[in-house]
């Protein structure tokens, strides 16, 4: 959910073969090709959370700017965790000051 209230994406975890990777992505409503501007004063957070050794990484990306630089981010990334056996999962929300958005959260991947 979006600081507006409405959905503005879908929270993705990934994962690659062949660099034995896990990473989340908060793709804008499901569409690969579509843009979001986070809103001025609030930061995207995309953590991902594996329990088994307490390790959870915040990636942010700040609010996009005031027009006329102003820019729409294509995706929204967390940081890559390396493939281990056990679960890693990933939640999405955004933040400003004491605010905070509702939380995306994916099931266990491994």
Same mark, same amino acid.
């Given at each position: 959910?979006?600081p507006?209230?409405?959905?503005?994406?879908?929270l993705? &975890?990934?994962r690659?073969?062949?660099?034995?990777?896990?990473?989340?992505?908060?793709? =804008?409503?499901?569409? &690969?090709? #579509? /843009?979001?501007?986070?809103?001025?004063? =609030? /930061? &995207?957070?995309?953590?991902?959370h594996? @329990?088994?050794?307490?390790?959870?990484v915040?990636?942010?990306?700040?609010?996009?700017?005031?027009?006329?630089?102003?820019? @729409?981010?294509?995706?929204? &990334?967390?940081?890559?965790?390396?493939?281990?056996?056990?679960?890693?999962? #990933?939640?999405?929300y955004? /933040?400003?000051? #004491?605010?905070?958005?509702?939380?995306?959260t /994916?099931?266990?991947?491994s």
């Amino acid at each position: 959910m979006g600081p507006e209230g409405k959905q503005v994406g879908v929270l993705h &975890l990934r994962r690659s073969p062949s660099c034995s990777t896990i990473w989340a992505r908060v793709v =804008w409503n499901d569409d &690969l090709e #579509a /843009t979001y501007k986070v809103p001025d004063g =609030w /930061t &995207l957070h995309v953590v991902v959370h594996r @329990p088994s050794t307490h390790t959870v990484v915040d990636a942010t990306e700040p609010e996009a700017g005031k027009p006329p630089n102003a820019t @729409p981010i294509p995706y929204g &990334l967390s940081r890559m965790l390396t493939s281990q056996p056990g679960c890693i999962f #990933a939640e999405a929300y955004f /933040t400003k000051d #004491a605010l905070r958005t509702y939380t995306a959260t /994916t099931s266990c991947g491994s």
